[in-house]
Each structure stands twice: as C-alpha cells, then as structure tokens.
C-alpha cells in the first residue's frame, strides 16, 4: 500500500484569456483553427509528492497558483497536462459557504453538504449533534445561510468539513475571519485528526500559524514550486521575496528557484530531507529587508516636539529589521524640540501582532511617588537628542512592533505625553531552528528530570 496521500508529476494548468468577446467567438469558428488568445499557466509544470500524515503549509502570493492547486487536488478542476494522484477520502474547505445552499437554512446545508460528501442521510443524521455543537452558532442554525456572518459560514463550513473523518483535509484562507478561540478550537481538532492520521494541505498568509502547525511547507509564485522545505525555512524566504523593492525582486526569485533545485527536493517527506539542518540562508544574522515598514503606524503629539529616525541596529551598528535570538539590539530615536521644555523623560516598548505588550521601559529610575531621579531638566528650543535602548534579544520568532514616546514630568502629578508613535517601527525574529522552544520570549529555563519511584 502506498504511502502518497497526494502526487502532482509536470502538472500544468492553463485559461485561455481573449482580448475581446469576438475573438472567443472567431476562434471558434475558424475552419483552420486560428489562435486568437494567449495562454496564461495559473501552473506550470509542478512536481509534487504529499505523504499521509503530512501537514503541508502553502504560501505565495495573490495571483500565485494556490487556490488553483487547491482545487485540482479537490477534483473541482482538471489540469491541462501532466499526471495527478490522490489517495483516501478528501474534504475540502475552500471558501466560505463553499458547497452549501444560501437559501437553506444550517440543518439543511449540513445534509446536503454531507450527501455531496458521499454520505447517506441516515449517516449524517448520527453526525449532526457533533457539528452542531462544534460550530456553535446558536438559534442560526435555522435561519438561511444568507443570514450568516463570514464567521458563521467559516464556522458550520469547517465543522461539517472535519465530521467526515477525512483522508486528506484542505483548508484555504477562510479560518481568518474566525474569532480567535474558534481559531483555536480548530487547530486543537486538526492536532487530534492528525494524531490519527489524516494529511492536511493548509494555506494561510498568517506565517507564525503556518510555523507552527505544518511539518512541511511549499512556496508557490507564478504557478510555480519555488520552494520545498522546513515551514520556518521556506516562509522566511517568502517574506525575503515580498518585501523585496520591485528592481530586486526578480534577482531574488532566481536564487530561490536555484536553492530549491540545489538543496530541497520537492518529492521529499519532512523526515527524509534535511532534518538537521536546512541550506544556508541569510536569516542566519540580523539583515534588512527593503519594504518591511510598519502599516500601522500612529502619532499622538500633546506638545512641540517631533521623533525622527527610529531605527533598529545589530552591534556592528547596521540597521536591520530581521534579527536572530540572543544577539545584542540597539533601538534608538531622535527627539527635536521646537520649544523650550522642561522635565522630560523618554519611552520604548515592544509589542506583537495582536498588540500585547512585551516589554515596556522609561528613561530615569522611579524614587518617589510620581518623582522621577532622572530626567532632562530643561531643554532650549531647536535643541536635539538621540535615545538609545540597548537590550539583548530574546524573543521568539515572530513580528513585533516598537513604540517611541516623549513625556513631561510634573512635580505631585501624573507623566503627560508630548509625543507618542505607536507602531512605530516593524522587526521579525528569525527562525531558531529549536523545534523546543515556543511561546513569545526565551526565559532560558533549566530542567532536569528526577525519577522518584511508583
């Protein structure tokens, strides 16, 4: 018995694209046959071997071939040449409401979505308290599925989804719009259907979930395999290739192509390619990416003064916005004041994605109430200073946000903001390699295991 869950050989997928309804028409009738459009490969020649019990994550950009592998796996579409191979029951979860009826109400999408399924109705009837109860949607169930949120849909889609103890699952985009602990909820339920078994194909551009969950990723642009390796090796080198300035762009997909066709060979199941130690890459040291800039950025100005030049440098004073763990950071801004000021204080503090505050730290050293021992007592107007913040990292991989704040201090009173950035600059932690570790900061913890008898 075979232990291929899915194989692509030299698969390629093509539209035909016309530059006018006409010419679709012409096509058609032209006795000899013309060619009146051109060929757009939504992918070309993929090579490609899934194991079962594999957890493969896939990324690539908008427009890269993801939903188009998807759904040839799924069957929904047929490729144009080359060979597929699937292997064991498939269930796919390809876009909210995928499958059901939007005049039906959830009872009656579940049914129908499970005879599509190849069950009985009798068979879902066994099934449907468990979907219920896991999409957790209340009194909606019997409302029409126009009715739903995005969250409802993904919600009943996914539960419905896993009832069918699948072979093979597929899970697009959609878990994005669910609220956090649902997300939760159904990473928790395909961790158990893994233990048992089942391989996953997952696509996401949330890049930590794709770390974290898959023991295998692919990176796909331009229909496509650009990359075949380790979840943390392949998404670093994604965002190496997205962030990259337009003129670079293409030098830098060349070399990934080249690293893959080198060192990474695309057939290979986790534990039979590069265990120990993936092809060297640059997220080896600190470096910068061009275009990784925080979107988010907000400023909040209570006074005359102005923050500039934030910067994140490695000790050889580099500015870099990829870091590794361990190694000594300088963060650092400078302050312009276009007015006489008096007791000032400064800020920092470093955030995740979801906005938690990591670590936060003022300048000066607390020795009273609401009395700071340290502070700049007075301050001419045009003058400039730097702040630096030297620490060294210890955070996991991940994204992370800094802030960049200004405050006056007032004697018997509270700190008050002149000038605060939140968001004010973007850095990523580059992969460890230590499949021990996880959580947001390294505490280096020590352990030791003591047997102590029955």
Known sequence: MTDTAVRFENLSKFYKLYY???????????????????????????????????????????GSGKSTLLSIISGFIQPNSGTKMVTGRLSALLDLGFGMNPNFDGFQNIYFGGI????????????????????????????????????MKARLGFALAISVNPDILIVDEVLAVGDDLFRRKCFSKMEEIIAKGC???????????????????????????????????????YQKLIFALPDSQEKIRGQLLAMNENNAPQSACRDRYLPAEPP?????????????TSQSAIVVKNGAVDIFDIQLKNPAGQTVNAVVMHEKLIYSYKVKFNADAHGIIFSMAIKN?????????????????????????????????????????????????????????????????????????????QD???????GIVDLHQEFNIRLTGT
């Open 20 to 62: 006018s309804p006409k010419d679709r028409l012409k096509e058609a009738l032209s006795p000899f046959g013309k060619k009146r459009h051109r060929e757009f490969y939504a992918l070309k020649n993929i090579n490609l071997e899934i194991k079962k019990g594999e957890i493969l994550g896939v990324v690539g950009r908008n």
């Open 116 to 151: 599509m399924l190849g069950f009985s109705k009798q068979e879902m009837k066994g099934k449907i308290d468990e979907i219920i109860a896991f999409a957790d949607i209340g009194e909606f169930i019997r409302q029409p599925m126009r009715t739903y949120s995005a969250g």
């Open 199 to 237: 391989t996953i194909i997952y696509v996401s551009h949330a890049i930590n979930t794709v770390n974290e969950l898959c023991s295998r990723a692919i990176l796909l642009d331009r229909g496509e395999l650009i990359l075949d390796g380790p979840p943390k090796w392949v998404t670093a080198n």
């Open 280 to 292: 060297a890459i640059p997220e080896s040291k600190s470096f910068f990416i061009p275009g990784f």
């Open 353 to 429: 994605e979801k906005g938690l505050n990591i670590s936060a730290r003022k300048t000066g050293e607390l020795v009273g109430p609401n009395k700071y021992g340290t502070i700049l007592q007075e301050v001419k107007a045009g003058s400039c200073c730097e702040v630096q913040w030297e620490f060294v990292n210890t955070l996991l991989p991940g994204v992370y946000f800094t802030n960049a704040a200004v405050f006056k201090v007032i004697p018997g009173e509270d700190t008050h903001v002149l000038i605060r950035i939140t968001d004010a600059l973007v850095f990523k932690v």
């Open 432 to 438: 460890t390699r230590d499949p021990l570790m996880n």
